[in-house]
């Protein structure tokens, strides 16, 4: 890895969210790993974005790069990543916080130490303080690879050289544009996820819409037929999502059965801390 330049482009895409970016910005400057550059990439805000942005000028770690228009998350992550010189590139949501200041040091550790490493995430949890730890292995992350995100968006760390051979984001998808990518550079790489809690996440102001989730379900059956080859249980993972779809055409989304259902999907693929299932 090159030292001579820093070794992580940390990337936030951010579209109007004035009154909580600078707190993301912020849990990202308090880092205590000296060598990274921090890349924001304003993705046509209207709101007060741009002047939050501008109070960063004086720092040397961080660069903002501007679209007037609006060209979506994923467009935004391959610009500010294409932007960043960094061997290895950490994300972050433009909402969420990093709170843990050992965060970069204890990831890139890991790559020193594991070459095929092409991708480590965290535990994380939420405002209210509920959270997950994901499987931490390999072979257990692979497991549940085309049943669901087995990462956390705003906890990855990537090889830089793992994202370029996997084509970076797909800008084509409206979201899971991370799992997606995710589920390319596991084909030619090695996965893992960190147990301690690293990030904070915030749920939002609303929940899933019923188009939005059926719409999400359809992706992630596509993504079980698409990378089939490449991850088990195939077969098994088409049939959880056709279940589901057809699951969701009778029962409400944000209904008493669908938390009751969001519970048994937590255990049946031990998200709960301290599990490697």
């Not at 989304?253 to 693929?269: P, W």
Request: proline letters at 5%; aromatic letters at 8%.
């Amino acid at each position: 890895m090159n030292t001579s330049r820093p070794l992580v482009t940390v990337v936030m895409a951010t579209l109007n969210r004035a009154s909580r970016v600078r707190t993301a910005v912020d849990s990202v400057l308090a880092q205590d790993y000296p060598a990274f550059e921090l890349v924001i990439v304003n993705d046509g805000s209207t709101d007060p974005t741009a002047e939050v942005l501008s109070g960063l000028a004086g720092d040397p770690r961080v660069r903002v790069v501007t679209h007037e228009k609006n060209q979506g998350l994923p467009a935004s992550l391959n610009r500010g990543i294409a932007t960043g010189h960094g061997d290895l590139i950490a994300r972050i949501d433009d909402d969420d916080t990093w709170v843990n200041p050992t965060k970069l040091t204890q990831q890139v550790g890991l790559f020193s130490q594991q070459p095929r490493l092409g991708l480590v995430g965290t535990a994380y949890v939420d405002e209210q303080g509920e959270g997950a730890t994901n499987p931490l292995s390999d072979g257990a992350i692979r497991a549940q690879m085309l049943f669901r995100c087995p990462f956390c968006h705003s906890s990855v760390m990537m090889r830089r050289t793992a994202f370029e051979q996997a084509g970076g984001y797909d800008e084509s998808l409206p979201y899971a544009e991370d799992w997606d990518l995710w589920l390319r550079i596991g084909r030619d790489w090695d996965l893992a996820n960190q147990p301690d809690v690293m990030v904070a996440r915030h749920r939002g102001e609303s929940t899933l819409s019923e188009q939005y989730f059926e719409r999400q379900l359809g992706m992630a059956s596509g993504f079980a037929g698409r990378y089939a080859s490449d991850y088990p249980r195939a077969t098994l993972a088409r049939l959880y999502h056709a279940g589901s779809r057809g699951f969701f055409r009778c029962f409400p989304v944000g209904g008493s059965m669908h938390r009751g259902m969001q519970k048994l999907f937590s255990r049946a693929f031990s998200l709960r801390r301290g599990n490697d299932g």
